[in-house]
């Protein structure tokens, strides 16, 4: 699972934007908004949310889940090394 306010920090830490992602996940620029938009955790298509989870993984970005290990808790995001 991965929420709005993560998938906004992976871009941003990534310099990328939504155009960018949308071209690396094989989603379209309104699908990234919409995701962006949510809420909290993000719903949708279960195929779009595996594309775009892959291509965030692929660019190096780790998603650190709700009770993940964490030195403060809580979700988050993180560079692969």
Known sequence: ???AAQLRAARALLGIDQ???ADIAGLSVPTIQRMEAS???IRGNVDSL???IAALNTAGIELIGEGSASTVGGRGIRLKK
């Open 39 to 41: 809420e909290d955790v």
């Open 50 to 52: 595996m594309k775009l």
């Open 1 to 3: 699972m991965i929420t």
């Open 19 to 21: 155009r960018e992602l």
